[in-house]
């Protein structure tokens, strides 16, 4: 079961920032929306992220998972 993102959350995250992520085996970076966030890093990680973003006052936040993905959250 989907734990619940606002839809208000999904539309400041969408519009104050960008989300690039890689793969360790990849070379190039790819975007992903707010909305289909979830499905790159589930439903737990997703709102520990968007929190841990709204709520701080860097300009760029960057997430390491086990899985080899680098995540990162770039302010417009």
Do not use: C, Q, W
């Amino acid at each position: 079961m989907k734990d619940y993102i606002s839809p208000f959350s999904v539309s400041i995250v969408n519009r104050n920032f960008l989300i690039r992520y890689k793969y360790d085996s990849e070379n190039k970076t790819k975007l992903i929306g707010a909305g289909k966030y979830y499905t790159l890093v589930g439903d737990v990680i997703e709102n520990t992220h968007f929190t841990k973003v709204l709520d701080g006052t860097l300009d760029r936040y960057t997430f390491k998972l086990r899985r080899g993905i680098k995540i990162k959250f770039v302010s417009k």
